[in-house]
């Protein structure tokens, strides 16, 4: 027995290295999907190549193989080695990302296994899964009667997307992304990384990839919360008369934040004036910005929330604050971490939205599902729900893709996917202003949202 153990050590040692251009392929992934400061757990660890070359400091690595447990031991003297065939009932270590590289094509009872690794997560905790194509099951089954990769143990789970999904499901988990890698598996300078990075992205090559992965997350429990509503106002007076009357009490308790900057009109006095007024359950504040743009003016909001959610109600009442309860309730009852509005499905009162902003909106929505690999339907409806702690994660983060959006809506959307956070959108009704005019300028503004789709591109997809 022990013989056999070393063997299956030495011989994964031999084919990793024979193979490495294909490993350090799945090293820049999960670099590229699991924050640096995240606590990992990973199973099927191998020799624990894999977690040698991530940053993050808090990291776990498991095998259910004795051979590779013990290679594991003695090549991880500053990591935590764990036995995966004895996991506890009940455990207080949990984990932010536990990593599946590949491990439930080893599994005998898939469904058996995450329910009992669903006892190491936290409401947030995110499980990564790759697996391979089936569509390379052919190829791979030749080039291991050739000995060019390691021979299977016994006869792997060859496992679809929905296979996985489904076995996810059954265990109260959801889906948050799905992407794929990896079509050329030998390395040419320059033309791997055009077929690996940039090909591997696009339809119909994506297919075709060797490599699939999806990020899961646990359903979580019902569960009521705080709620801090910002609303950035400028040149609003109009719409800010009888705000109070218009508004819902959500959750547990409800803030008000007004942001007021740079008005013509006298919005900051209605705003003044309407507070002084009101005798109601909910409490309110305003604040003035000195800075310019609804990005700086939420960013300000933001940081004088003391409520576990944040809400952003764009002033000029298109999205009426009525629809408020339906974001509410996608995050209380743990479908969602981040939830957006969608103007784009129900028909639009007629001067709600001019045509070339319809066609630009249509346009974004493509572009963010590539980027994203989650679908998104409406990328600027300005109506926005999230925790506040995962606000200052993106906030922590927010020099990854630079700080340029002068509306916030793109800078919070790439942070919460950066975050692998649920994106859920509520269908809203979408109302002709009834007072003032946009502040938005169609052209020169879609230049620059385009600018950031392009670089979010290089950053998220291509790199």
Known sequence: MLDNNLKIAKLWQKYYLQNNYYHQDIHRLV???????????????RGGELLAELPNKNKTASEFDNGLLQLLYSKNKKTR?????????????KYDYILLSHTLSEIDNIQDFIGKIKVLCRDDTKIVVFH???????????????????????????????????????????????????????????????????????PPFSYFCLTRYAVYKPIK??????VSIIIPARNEAGNMKRIFNKIPSLG??????????????????????????????LKASLCKQKGKGKGNAVRLGFSKAHNELLMILDADLTVDPKELPKFYCAVRDGIADFVMGSRLVYPMEKLAMRTLNIFGNKFFSIAFSFLLDQRIKDTLCGTKVLFRKDYLMIAKNRKFFGDFDPFGDYD??????????????????????????????????????LQMVLFAARKLKFN
Request: glycine share 4%; net charge positive; hydrophobic share 40%.
């Open 31 to 45: 670099k590229k999907i699991i924050p640096p400061d995240a606590s990992i757990l990973e199973f099927s660890s």
């Open 81 to 93: 080695v764990i036995d995966a065939k004895k996991l506890p009932s009940r455990s207080k270590k």
């Open 132 to 202: 391979f194509n089936y569509l390379w099951k052919p190829l791979l089954d030749t080039v291991e009667v050739l000995g060019l990769i390691m021979p299977s143990q016994k006869e792997p789970n060859w496992l679809s997307q929905s296979d996985i999904d489904n076995f996810f499901i059954l265990e109260s988990f959801v889906k948050v992304k799905q992407g794929q890698s990896f079509l050329f598996p030998f390395f040419v300078p320059f033309v791997s990384d055009l077929l690996n990075r940039i090909f591997s992205q696009i």
């Open 221 to 226: 429990e019902k569960k009521d919360f705080s």
């Open 252 to 281: 547990t308790s409800t803030e008000i934040i007004f942001v007021e900057g740079h008005s013509r009109d006298d919005t900051y006095a209605t705003i003044k004036k309407e507070i002084a007024n009101y005798k109601g359950p």
């Open 412 to 449: 919070l959307i790439f942070g919460a996917s950066r975050l692998n956070l649920k994106i859920v959108e509520v269908p809203i009704r979408y109302k002709e202003r009834t007072y003032g005019k946009t502040n938005i300028s169609r052209f020169r503004h879609g230049l620059l949202l």
